[in-house]
């Protein structure tokens, strides 16, 4: 089997990447960096060429996995939508006029369900919007209706909160904001579905094979719903570092986000702020799937302390710091 993993130099499309290899498949990685494998192509899949230089590949894949996107919680909303919908566009483009056509896995988010409140027991497979938090989530739905178009086999996968060792996101913005006092604590706290990145490329490795997971949309979560700030505050006491000694209100949290943002746009445009909306809602608001027998949803095996444990080993010994 030959697997077209994009968006094979980040975090989650490197480590399903690896696994592939690891399992023996012939994999060809695509990203805009490159990336020190011999079967690595660097290629840019917003650029105007995108499509005539996949077809310039050597073969025709048996799947893609398609997890290249703009993953920053901040930017322009034509940065998101070169970015994500632009180079799902190409991929789907490419994989339409192939023979065969290749399966198409699609890593999306769950945020494509946010809507800046809790929501609790949220059907893996709902149809997203109309509202989205911020211009991430609103592209990453775009994206899905891109895929949904296509003519073949496709299966898109929600994952919740991605967390792991080689993580460039979620966590070292948690760990900055601490470092800054910026990280507020919250006078409830939210319980949220999260995934562990070995327990996501299981769910990825699992669609490109499964044959009843064709057309139809899953969720990507943990073994069982979390307090959040809990294990939050286990990462924090793991890396030496104390949590916010004083509870906030969450709406003056957001103000106060937006606020920071508001003046960040002006003084420093293009960079981003220290915090954002987005990403408070992510860690202020409660999330969790329906968990019902026959829910579309994907769980995980790895326990949240084995998890937690396995990350904060891998972190460098520059992010630890000393009680």
């Known amino acids: 089997m030959t697997v077209v993993v994009t968006g094979a130099s980040g975090f989650v499309g490197g480590a399903v990447a690896d696994r592939l290899r690891a399992e023996g498949v012939r994999v ?23 499509v005539a230089r996949l077809r310039e590949l050597p073969a025709v894949p048996d799947v893609i996995v398609h ?3 703009r ?14 919908v632009a180079t799902t566009a190409a991929v789907v483009r490419w994989a339409a006029a192939s023979h065969p056509r290749p399966r198409l896995v699609h890593v999306s988010t769950a945020s ?35 895929v949904r178009s296509y003519p ?48 996501l490329v299981d ?9 009843s997971m064709a057309r139809r949309t899953f969720g990507v979560a943990g073994p069982e719903a979390v307090d959040l700030q809990d294990v939050v505050g286990r ?21 106060a986000a937006g606020a920071v943002e508001r003046m960040w746009a002006v003084t420093r445009p293009g960079r981003e702020p220290p915090i954002t909306r987005y990403a408070l809602l992510a860690y202020a608001c409660s999330f ?21 444990r396995r990350t904060v080993a891998a972190l460098g010994t520059d992010t630890l710091r000393t009680p």
């Open 235 to 255: 990462v924090l006491a793991a890396t030496g570092r104390a949590p916010s000694a004083r509870a906030v209100p969450r709406w003056l949290a957001v103000a």
């Open 71 to 84: 993953a920053e919680p901040w930017g322009t909303a034509a940065q998101y939508r070169e970015g994500t």
């Open 288 to 308: 969790t799937f329906d968990r019902a027998v026959e829910a579309p949803l994907l769980v995980g095996r790895t326990p949240v302390d084995e998890a937690i």
């Open 67 to 69: 997890a290249a996107a």
């Open 112 to 146: 494509v369900l946010y809507s800046g409140r809790d929501r609790r027991g949220v059907p893996s497979d709902e149809d997203p919007g109309p509202r989205y938090v911020g211009g991430y989530a609103r592209t990453k739905a775009e994206a899905e209706r891109v």
């Open 28 to 50: 060809v990685g695509l990203s805009r960096r490159e990336v020190a494998h011999s079967d690595h192509v660097r290629l840019d899949l917003s650029a105007p060429d995108a």
């Open 152 to 199: 073949g086999e496709w299966v898109i996968l929600r994952p919740r909160a991605v967390f792991g060792p080689g993580d460039t996101a979620l966590l070292p913005r948690l760990l900055e904001a601490a470092d800054r006092g910026r990280l507020p604590r919250f006078r409830r706290s939210p319980v949220s579905d999260l995934v562990f990145l070995d327990d």
């Open 203 to 211: 769910a990825v490795v699992e669609a490109c094979g499964d044959a």
